[in-house]
């Protein structure tokens, strides 16, 4: 049976953690994680999620097993991670003003994690992701094929349901891909967007282009003013899909965000790239692009070394 770690038991950690009690494919016994104080509250969310989900394991009589924890020594034999700890971001926030927050929570989580758990497979979701994902690699000990950040599964999702809604043809035969970093400067790739096997470009016209990359890149900001909170619900999905595909060995390929060594001309830095994922870690995919996407993806990455160097100076 799985072992599955959830760092962090606020609004993602509880989503993921009933996401995988719901998934009939993955047998799991899940450890949430969560600070003493957090634990302590009662009436507490974190408390009560946990009981919700332990009588929602009895009703549905499965072989799911939950426990939940403030000592990191109970994620030893982990196979998989899902890493939610840190502060959300508020609707007057951007991701990277965050940086300065989340910065000593994932890097003295990642260190003791790196000692209790080597060998399981980390998917980071705290923001700002690009340099939460750098600061938990350099921190936790692990492969860097066995670090990857959760960042383009969701806004690929953004994507494919933006472009589901434009045309009429339902998500299941919608097939697109958003690459680079999970901000502002975030590219959806329309060279490759297909829909029910035709060209995305060949069904809606530039405005409507224009109208779904604004729709997708302000979509996480969106959702913040709308519910008052950011997106809980979607991005635990995002995460234990990620997970499921290491656990599982299904060899899928998916956008995340993946240490380059030499893909699309970038060496030693994580990038929001197609990925396969498979029980040897997380591997990035080269895709063509056109030109101008092309000089889109490499303004990204230059947002992301410029919030990798930010990240330095913070952690001086």
Not at 4 to 23: R, T
Not at 47 to 72: C, P
Not at 211 to 236: H, K, L, N, P, Y
Not at 287 to 307: C, G, H, R, Y
């Amino acid at each position: 049976m799985a072992k599955i770690g959830l760092v962090g038991f606020g609004g993602i950690g509880i989503e993921a953690a009933k996401a995988l009690v719901l998934d009939p494919s993955l047998t799991c016994d899940i450890v949430a994680f969560d600070r003493p104080e957090a634990l302590s509250q009662v009436p507490g969310a974190q408390v009560g999620a946990y009981e919700e989900i332990l009588d929602a394991i009895g009703i549905l009589q499965t072989g799911h097993t939950m426990r939940l924890t403030s000592d990191v020594k109970d994620l030893e034999g982990c196979d998989a991670i899902i890493f939610t700890a840190g502060l959300p971001r508020r609707a007057d926030q951007s991701r990277a003003d965050l940086i300065g927050v989340n910065v000593p929570i994932v890097g003295g989580l990642a260190k003791e994690i790196g000692k209790a758990a080597q060998g399981a497979f980390l998917v980071m979701v705290t923001n700002p992701l690009d340099a939460m994902v750098e600061l938990a690699f350099r921190n936790l000990g692990f492969p860097e094929t066995h670090v990857i950040g959760q960042a383009g599964v969701l806004d690929t999702g953004r994507f494919n349901i933006a472009a589901s809604l434009a045309t009429g043809v339902p998500a299941s035969q919608v097939d697109c891909v958003v690459m680079g970093g999970h901000g502002p400067e975030m590219v959806p790739i329309y060279s490759t967007a297909k829909v029910a096997y035709k060209p995305l470009t060949d069904l809606i016209n530039s405005e409507r282009v224009a109208q779904i990359t604004r729709e997708v890149r302000d979509r996480g900001r969106t959702i913040i003013q709308r519910q008052g909170r950011s997106a809980t619900f979607s991005t635990a999905i995002a995460a234990v899909r990620m997970a499921k595909a290491y656990l599982l060995d299904t060899r899928e390929v998916m956008a995340c965000c993946t240490r380059l060594n030499g893909e699309y001309g970038y060496n030693g830095i994580y990038g929001g790239v197609p990925t396969v994922i498979s029980r040897a870690g997380g591997k990035a995919v080269e895709i063509p692009l056109t030109a101008s996407e092309m000089v889109a993806f490499d303004e990204s990455m230059n947002a992301t070394k410029a919030m990798i160097a930010e990240l330095d100076q913070v952690s001086r």
